[in-house]
């Protein structure tokens, strides 16, 4: 109950075009959504966040959707550039605990 | 200071040695957290401290033993470890006692490799 399921593992699209990774979960306890965004040899860096009692929310780039009910939540990431390519962690906050998804590598073709 | 900053970056160490990694933050934070990643995998949590006291194991190996000797400062003292422990360590901290209200924010890490 506490996993998080990520899709794709690996993700290549080209500059411009638009990246969207998938999550699901299976627990209610969990109401709070960060997205981590890694690059090579560095920390995670949270990007994005969304909270169970709103359905979508978007920063330039980025957006994020969440359907509580059927308990998945999404990343879209439009006009993609090089500068994205990198790791993009789903996770779910409960109490104290930080779980992640396993991941999706991106990369931005020129 | 919005960071968190782990010391060292780097360290190799054999299986018979002792060391600590370090991890500090002045944001207030009052939670902290030991984290362990393996190559292309996701962070997989160790140990969650809140007000200074341990409130998660995650069922770690008694080699890795954490200490929080203040709310700004969070150490794992290292033991007899095996080369499969070789990883990035990374600590983190958050901003309450619950992850749920802002996330973490992640220190840079230190690669552990023992051999």
């Known amino acids: 109950g506490e996993n998080v399921e990520q899709h794709p593992s690996t993700l290549s699209v080209q500059e411009g075009d638009s990246a969207v990774i998938k999550c699901t979960y299976s627990?209610?306890?969990?109401?709070?959504f960060p997205w981590y965004k890694q690059e090579l040899g560095k920390r995670p860096q949270l990007i994005i966040d969304i909270r169970s009692n709103v359905g979508e929310k978007k920063d330039q780039r980025i957006a994020v959707t969440l359907n509580k009910t059927a308990k998945h939540f999404s990343l879209h990431i439009t006009e993609t550039q090089p500068e994205d390519s990198a790791v993009y962690f789903c996770t779910k906050a409960a109490g104290n605990k930080l779980t992640f998804g396993g991941g999706t590598r991106v990369l931005v073709k020129p | 200071d919005t960071e968190v900053t782990q010391t060292p970056k780097h360290l190799v160490m054999g299986m018979t040695n002792k060391k600590s990694l370090k991890c500090e933050q002045h944001m207030g934070h009052r939670a902290m957290y030991w984290y362990k990643q393996k190559a292309k995998k996701p962070p997989e949590l160790m140990f969650v401290y809140s007000y200074e006291k341990l409130s998660i194991n995650e069922s770690v190996p008694s080699r890795f033993s954490p200490e929080c000797p203040n709310s700004s400062l969070l150490n794992l003292h290292l033991h007899a470890l095996q080369p499969e422990d070789s990883a990035l360590y990374l600590c983190?901290?958050?901003?309450?006692?619950?992850?749920?209200?802002?996330?973490?924010?992640f220190g840079s890490g230190t690669r552990l490799t023992v051999v």
């Open positions: 983190a901290s958050s901003q309450v006692t619950t992850a749920e209200d802002y996330g973490y924010t």
């Open positions: 627990d209610s306890a969990s109401n709070y």
